[in-house]
């Protein structure tokens, strides 16, 4: 450790730090374009310029090292001048597009002309024009005009994705941007040059032009995509998902995330193939009916071929849902034939955050019960004993099981089955009643990813039984403030609950009381009751989560 006096306060830091480390470690933040904390320096964007008393000259805060004794001054009269003289140069070129930005409201470029440029241009000249649309690659537009030359993007591809597949071309104020010949931008987190793009110069070709950022709510939650459970934001306008963007987050995936999961997990949640209401068949085909008449329907059923059902849990469904409905598989259908279908893609695994589970909570079903015990069955044994006709009826919740042709043929043979699903599929298709549940947008709980960590998802949507405010939404400038005149269109509210409640619900009208009021309530149980969960509670969750071991929870 080493001493140091910045701006007048002396700090004790680690003696490995630069100057622009150590000052956000004390909370002092130094205007910097091209630094990242995960990325080589480079030290090209100058705006990191600070005064370092002894020594000539100024020197950029990213790429000098701390020493002991070492007075540091980020804003006397000389930095403030230099700071000007760059930005000056920056915006020389500098197309005056933010009005049409998809980055406005959340680039640098824009901040820093408010707080550290002069406010006007002594230019006078033309500015140099380059190309405006360039499709680097199937997910990223490329400005050329707006690009700095910061490099952030280049250093990604070369020391993140390990895919070198940018770099600059031509010279001086000429320099563009650009593909290497015969290469696209298409690495598997290609979409992360465009989060940590200081301007608008890279930017998502399937949210352009969607919606300003102050007119979208920003809700922490957890990508259902694979075992990783990368962290991220979900955005919302008109209670609809726009894009999804990651949060930081050390122990899983710190700043990046895939474009996988990035495009991949929230378009079903907007699909037109959401399933509106329960549906249930009848002499005249499936119908839509009423959720009472759903919940009966299911009920007589249950108590006709009780200790003849099988339940399949499901590794998209949260720790709360599963904990519950192997508590209710048990006590309820009267079934030790508990488990789920693992849905593993060989060879889709690599060093950075993919993994080959494509599920987000295939452990937490596990931890929480909904495996065979006692004799049980597991999955492939009740296929079995489906086709040999010694189980005839099943519950399944959030899982497309029937996508396997040998689970569709045996699914044929049952005389009842139940489904709860937030989309219409080839599992829904054969079932009595479909109970449209939520989806993992819409309900709160928690997903636990392959290290063991407990991580919160937190609903970015809202169905009919909630509302953004009362619940404890997220919420936009434009949910808070805005008037029917701001929106463009109504958001859809769908009629869709969380799997815990469903069974709840139907635990109730069988006569067994399961007194649940939220997923909070049914997380406390759990916590109470498995013991690697001990010691849990959605609080001290917190944003990062928190670790299974040996039985008792660790903070992260």
Request: contains cysteine; neutral net charge; charged residues 25%.
């Amino acid at each position: 450790m080493v001493t140091i006096t910045l701006d007048g306060k002396q700090l004790e830091v680690d003696g490995k730090r630069t100057i622009i480390e150590a000052a956000r470690e004390h909370g002092i933040e130094i205007p910097h374009f091209c630094w990242h904390p995960k990325l080589s320096v480079a030290g090209n964007c100058r705006i990191c310029l600070v005064e370092v008393e002894k020594l000539p000259k100024l020197v950029i805060a990213c790429a000098t090292q701390v020493a002991d004794g070492m007075v540091v001054h980020t804003n006397t009269p000389k930095v403030v001048n230099a700071r000007e003289a760059v930005m000056e140069f920056l915006l020389i070129n500098h197309p005056l597009d933010c009005p049409i930005c998809d980055e406005a409201g959340e680039c640098k470029l824009q901040d820093y002309a408010y707080k550290l440029s002069v406010g006007y241009s002594r230019f006078d000249e033309n500015k140099v024009h380059k190309p405006k649309r360039v499709a680097l690659g199937p997910h990223v537009m490329l400005d050329t005009e707006r690009c700095i030359m910061c490099s952030r993007c280049v250093r990604f591809c070369e020391e993140i994705a390990h895919k070198p597949q940018l770099t600059f071309s031509q010279r001086g104020d000429h320099v563009e941007l650009t593909t290497f010949p015969g290469e696209q931008l298409d690495n598997p987190y290609s979409m992360n040059t465009i989060d940590i793009c200081p301007v608008g110069a890279l930017t998502s070709r399937d949210f352009r032009f969607k919606a300003r950022v102050w007119e979208m709510s920003a809700t922490e939650t957890v990508c259902p995509g694979c075992a990783r459970g990368c962290n991220m934001y979900s955005w919302v306008r008109n209670n609809e998902i726009l894009r999804q963007t990651p949060r930081f987050n050390p122990e899983v995936n710190e700043y990046w995330m895939c474009d996988a999961g990035r495009l991949g997990t929230f378009k079903h949640v907007n699909s037109d193939g959401r399933i509106k209401a329960p549906l249930m068949k009848k002499d005249a085909g499936v119908v839509e009916v009423g959720w009472d008449e759903a919940i009966s329907r299911v009920v007589s059923e249950i108590r006709t071929f009780r200790k003849n059902f099988a339940a399949i849990g499901s590794a998209y469904a949260t720790n709360e849902d599963n904990y519950l409905f192997q508590k209710f598989a048990r006590e309820v259908l009267g079934t030790k034939h508990i488990d789920f279908m693992r849905h593993v893609v060989e060879g889709e695994q690599d060093d950075i955050l993919l993994r080959e589970d494509k599920t987000p909570n295939s452990l937490g079903a596990v931890e929480v019960g909904v495996r065979p015990k006692d004799g049980g069955l597991s999955f492939d044994g009740i296929v079995k004993a489906i086709k040999e006709r010694q189980i005839k009826a099943m519950y399944i919740i959030d899982d497309n099981v029937a996508i396997n042709p040998t689970v569709a043929a045996a699914l044929q043979k049952l005389e009842f089955l139940v489904v709860n699903s937030s989309l219409e599929n080839e599992t829904t298709r054969l079932a009595d009643v479909v109970l449209p549940s939520s989806t993992f947008a819409e309900r709160h709980g928690t997903f636990t990813n392959f290290q063991g960590r407990v991580q919160r998802i937190r609903p970015s949507v809202a169905t009919l039984e909630q509302d953004r405010a009362l619940d404890g939404f997220a919420m936009s400038r434009l949910d808070a403030f805005g008037t029917p005149h701001d929106r463009w269109a109504k958001g859809v509210k769908r009629d869709a609950r969380p799997t815990w409640r469903i069974i709840a619900a139907i635990a109730s009208a069988m006569g067994t009381k399961y007194k649940y009021n939220t997923s909070e309530d049914v997380f406390n149980e759990l916590a109470s009751t498995v013991g690697s969960f001990k010691g849990m509670s959605y609080r001290k969750l917190g944003s990062w989560g928190m670790k299974l071991k040996a039985g008792v929870a660790v903070p992260a």
